[in-house]
């Protein structure tokens, strides 16, 4: 479904991204891993159109999307929940859900929204209240609502159990299990490797703007390297 390769990317003349390519099977979750610092978020950023490359290709599904604007990429499909959530603080959590599909024209925006809510029944409770006066684990919920709001084919989650408590961190985890489910592809980035790999079917390593390692979720899971560095145990 996407195929990165080669990607060089750049902050003026600092080099992030060293030849990083990877790939994401349609229906599968992937996971990038890494330390503070690495490139997760730049990767993420390149992908959804915010950083253009300066080399390196994106395909998504099958055509070359390199250089296209996030607006452009999200109508074919690729939808990101940025790092830190950004919702709309001034905005109800209805008008956030709203501006999910701001660039939609089909029929189907009201049920979409109706499932939406139903799917998440403290935004529900709350449709009308401000994104700021939720508490973190709300505003994650709802940032990830509104990017299904976009109907996106491709979801790009960057560190979507940041800073939440751990029964919440299992929420934001199951719901992530079930926009596959739903048919949504999932690229995420998380500190929290462990649980990550878990629901993941494959994943990267990437340090210092390079992947360094790549498998399947069960072998980095088992891999002493990856266990030491990244799972906080040692083999
Ligand atoms: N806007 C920017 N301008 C210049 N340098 C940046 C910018 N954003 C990030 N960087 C630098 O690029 C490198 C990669 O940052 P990035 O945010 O992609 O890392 P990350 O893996 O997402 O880290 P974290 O785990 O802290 O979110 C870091 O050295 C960072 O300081
Ligand atoms: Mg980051």
Redesign the pocket.
Known sequence: MLNVSGINAF??K?Q?LKNVGLHVEEGSIVTIL?A???????TMKTISGLLKPKEGKIEFLGEDVTGLRPDQLLRKGIALVP?GRQILAGMTVMENLEMGAYHRKDKEIEKDLEMVLARFPILKEREKQLGGTLSGGQQQMLAIARAIMSKPKLLLLD?PSMGLAPLVVADIFNIIKEIRETGTTVLLVE?NARQALKISDFGYVLETGKIVAEGSAADLLTDSRIKEAYLGVKS
């Not at 503070?36 to 730049?42: R, V």
């Open positions: 902050y003026g600092i992030v890494g503070n610092g690495a490139g997760k978020t730049t790092e560190e500190q």
